[in-house]
């Protein structure tokens, strides 16, 4: 696939001060997969995200996720190629061995559809997955008028098989191939819940997201909300900062926010932040560093609302932000994905996201496998609270 843009991981590449990245988030494949698609990808819609709602924290110390050998699993596909088998499978088998909990193999179809997804748009049917710590695949978002929701599937509904095939076990990233597929295919899905057992026959569709939404809640607050760092999101939230009314908090809500584009996440960042570190990161014992652009507003009160659906580039952005005492976090526990994978393409033309490193926040933190504790803890009624703490913060009525 020469000249294809890899769009799915931390990887580096040429930004201001040496360093860019992008982040994948693998599990995060499908619609977005949260959308959420895998590692972790952009939001549309497919995909492994986390649930919206609140979430146990990864445990602490869950430690740095394995690693798969690369040469190890170009070998493997390229042997498979020779014998006339398939690349991708043999490549996902040492991958599946080696421990590396984000990597996973994509074929060319799934992996050139990543750049619709990281301007918003995806083919499927509209639903977020996660997968629990049984193994089991449970739906915990439904895009609203897509095929999935005119079926009438809805959050924590748990998929049980896809075409057949069961699901429970797989990644997210796997599920999310299943749900894939052109626009017009249909795709039967058998789902339990309370219990039933309910079947539906659904066709795949061209969905889109905005990544992006604002609105005012009076004159005093206005709220960003932040599905995905997909392309243009991050400049989205700088003009969206500049347009607020003088005097008025922002309400950054990243809440369910699989992350996406680390550079888009670093824009974002820079609109509150004038200049400075957001991030570091290494790639195979190389380390590299993250900036913010100046002339951000740094006298804007800010809140940042977070949950177990935050995660990856969303959480870069709240670590900045918390790292560097710019904003005050409210919510629960992050989800905790903060590792790097960079490509590897195969001989069969598939392409291999392995995990090379980690990236830590300004003051040091590795997020990977713990998260981030917000300052003040709200599940239900987090959005009052974060009001509440704006007021304190001298925002007025």
Same mark, same amino acid.
């Given at each position: ?6 769009p799915?991981?931390?990887?580096p590449?040429?930004?201001? !001060?040496? %360093? ?8 995060a ?15 549309? +819609? ?11 924290p990864?445990?602490? +110390?869950? +430690?740095?996720?394995?690693? #798969? ?23 996902q ?10 990597? $996973? ?9 990543? &750049?619709?997804? /990281? ?7 509209g ?12 739906v ?6 897509g095929?999935?929701?005119? %079926? ?16 429970? +076990?797989?990644?997210v #990233?796997?599920?999310?191939?299943r749900? !894939? ?14 219990g039933?057992? /309910?079947t ?6 061209r969905?889109?997201? &905005? ?20 392309? =243009?999101?991050?400049?989205? $939230? *700088? ?10 908090g922002v309400?950054?809500?990243?809440? =369910?926010?699989? =992350? ?20 570091t ?27 177990? @659906?935050t995660?990856?580039?969303a ?11 710019r904003? $005050? ?5 992050t989800f905790?994905? @903060? ?16 995990t090379?490193g980690?990236? *830590? ?7 990977? @496998? *713990? ?13 009052e *609270? ?6 304190? /913060?001298?925002?007025?009525?």
């Amino acid at each position: 696939m020469p000249g294809r843009r890899v769009p799915l991981c931390l990887r580096p590449r040429d930004l201001r !001060r040496g %360093a860019a990245v992008t982040l994948a988030l693998l599990g995060a494949l499908g619609g977005l997969g949260a959308a959420v698609s895998s590692g972790y990808r952009p939001d549309p +819609g497919e995909g492994g995200r986390t649930p919206t709602g609140t979430r146990a924290p990864a445990p602490a +110390g869950a +430690g740095k996720p394995g690693t #798969a050998d690369r040469d190890a699993v170009a070998r493997a596909a390229a042997e498979a190629v020779a014998e006339g088998k398939s690349g991708k499978s043999a490549a996902q088998d040492v991958v599946s061995r080696s421990g590396d909990r984000w990597g $996973v193999v994509y074929d060319q179809g799934e992996y050139a559809s990543f &750049e619709d997804d /990281l301007d918003g748009r995806y083919t499927g049917v509209g639903l977020w997955t996660e997968r629990g710590p049984d193994g089991r695949i449970a739906v915990t978002r439904v895009q609203p008028d897509g095929p999935a929701a005119r %079926a009438g599937l809805r959050a924590g509904d748990r998929l049980t098989r896809v075409d057949g095939e069961p699901v429970t +076990g797989s990644t997210v #990233a796997q599920v999310v191939a299943r749900l !894939r597929g052109d626009a017009g295919t249909a795709v039967t899905l058998e789902v339990v819940r309370d219990g039933a057992d /309910l079947t539906e026959t659904v066709r795949r569709a061209r969905l889109s997201t &905005e990544a992006v939404t604002v609105r005012e809640l009076g004159k005093k607050v206005v709220v960003i909300k932040v599905s995905s760092f997909t392309r =243009g999101s991050g400049e989205r $939230v *700088r003009e969206a900062v500049r347009a607020a009314p003088a005097g008025a908090g922002v309400l950054l809500d990243l809440r =369910g926010n699989p =992350g996406g584009l680390v550079t888009e996440a670093v824009t974002a960042a820079s609109a509150f932040l004038d200049g400075g570190l957001v991030a570091t990161y290494d790639v195979r014992g190389a380390q590299r560093a993250l900036y913010a652009d100046r002339g951000g507003d740094t006298a804007r009160p800010l809140v940042a609302l977070v949950d177990g @659906g935050t995660m990856s580039a969303a959480e870069l952005v709240t670590g900045a932000l918390q790292d560097r005492g710019r904003a $005050v976090t409210v919510g629960s526990h992050t989800f905790g994905k @903060g590792s790097v994978q960079m490509p590897t393409e195969l001989a069969d033309g598939s392409v291999a996201e392995l995990t090379v490193g980690t990236y *830590r926040t300004p003051a040091g933190r590795s997020l990977d @496998g *713990r998260g981030i504790s917000p300052d003040l803890t709200a599940a239900e009624g987090a959005e009052e *609270r974060a009001r509440t703490v704006l007021g304190g /913060l001298g925002v007025g009525p």
